[in-house]
């Protein structure tokens, strides 16, 4: 199953049902198209915090000149930076270097704490995509990377949510920009599982109902530009479309 957060016409929050066959919302009888003018999609999930996962496929590791970390790298964005499926991001100014990140995203549906791995998947509401942008001026200078990873925008999520048995274990993840294909992988090569992730990170955080765990970007990352159309296809979830403006 699909589900999708939006707000109607009347200005009201939904969260409905998506259709990926007819690209639709339902909810109380009423029927959307996702591209309705009439209604706003908004984020899958409201996460108090985004848990995100550095290098954690080997090729991109390799492609920074990074080493492939003995445990998961964890860093945090916070709430500012989700952006909505269909929304025009405006990046920091003046900078050499802002890049996309493709990322398969974990919604978490319940507060835990000390998950064993084993039972992970329990407390998983669904998955959706994320696009994980990056200052790399400021990250590369910062140890914390507030500035390269935690500004205005910088987490696209959605457009939908799908429930784990919708995405498979080799859930193929790509993005294109303007059309041209930059990133290709799939979920199979993540260093650390989903499981594993949740395992480590509820070792040291509450998670709570909607908070999101980015899993880590794939080979290809670059350098966005103003006019950028940026879109992030998961496999048995759909596909994030954000455009791109550079003051």
Not at 37 to 62: F, Q, S, W
Request: glycine content about 8%.
């Amino acid at each position: 199953m699909h589900h999708a957060r939006f707000r109607d016409p009347a200005g009201s929050i939904r969260e409905g049902t998506y259709d990926p066959e007819t690209d639709t919302v339902a909810f109380a009888g009423e029927e959307y198209a996702l591209d309705d003018p009439a209604i706003d999609v908004l984020p899958p999930a409201e996460p108090t915090k985004i848990v995100c996962i550095g290098r954690n496929y080997a090729d991109h590791a390799a492609e920074l000149d990074n080493d492939v970390p003995d445990r998961p790298l964890l860093f945090l964005k916070p709430p500012n930076a989700l952006a909505s499926h269909g929304d025009e991001i405006t990046v920091p100014a003046g900078k050499d270097r802002i890049d996309w990140e493709a990322e398969i995203a974990v919604v978490i549906g319940e507060q835990c704490k000390d998950v064993d791995a084993d039972d992970a998947m329990d407390v998983v509401a669904g998955f959706t995509c994320m696009n994980d942008v990056s200052n790399r001026d400021d990250q590369d200078r910062e140890q914390n990377w507030v500035r390269g990873k935690a500004f205005d925008g910088a987490a696209p999520l959605g457009p939908v949510m799908a429930t784990p048995d919708e995405v498979p274990a080799d859930a193929s993840v790509e993005l294109r920009v303007n059309g041209e294909t930059k990133q290709s992988s799939d979920r199979s090569y993540l260093m650390f599982d989903v499981p594993t992730l949740i395992e480590e990170i509820t070792t040291y955080l509450t998670l709570e109902p909607g908070d999101v765990i980015s899993t880590g970007t794939p080979e290809g990352v670059g350098a966005l530009s103003d006019g950028d159309t940026v879109e992030v296809e998961i496999e048995g979830v759909g596909t994030l479309e954000h455009d791109v403006r550079v003051p």
